[in-house]
């Protein structure tokens, strides 16, 4: 019982991870869809979250929940890995697990609207307690994230993959940054940001998810 339990852990390992490497792309092409085709919205200045907003909001619900779970069985995916490529670690795997959680909880509470989003809603909006969990629960997404890489850069730099740690610090650099300039921008605090926020978040987004893509693919090979 116990040999055919372990023959069967490659086929389940090799699935989990794949759910990791679709994840991503899955999300963005999503929410690239959905906000080219939304009245009122623009991808430049509204946060990828307004869009769980207004009578259509549960197509990015959906895919919040969606991209949720199959980054935490990518996380289950990458806790199975054991190699020698730069791969073994704890601490990763749980860091992956809760952007995943993260996102399930960003869209089971919807956002408060901002920026102008909904059309006819204020620029600056009052805080709600849907919203405030909204923001928690999508915390993780952009530091979670680059924490991860941070810890498989680590990882990498004992068996002396450079390109990766390289890489991987780069991904986490990028997305940190891209998000610091969004958050900046979506609050209104630098004005000059405001209508490029959407944009930050977006690069901060693809920055993450396609490292995180990256990685999984990378467990696939070893």
Known sequence: MNVERQSSWPRVRTALLRCGVVAGPLFISAFLVEGALRPGYNPLRHPISALSLGPSGWTQRVNFWVTG?????????????????????????????????????????SCDPINGYPPGSAEISARTLMGQLHDAFSSPVFLCLPAAAVVYARSSSRVGDRAWVIGSIAAGVIQLAAFIAAGAGFSQEQPALVPLAGAFQRVSIVAGFGWLSALCARALRA
């Open 69 to 109: 779970g199959l980054y935490v069985a990518g996380a289950l995916g990458l806790w199975r890995t054991r190699t020698r490529s730069g791969l073994t670690t704890r601490a990763g795997p749980i860091l992956i697990s809760t952007v995943g959680v993260g996102l399930v909880g960003a869209g089971v509470f």
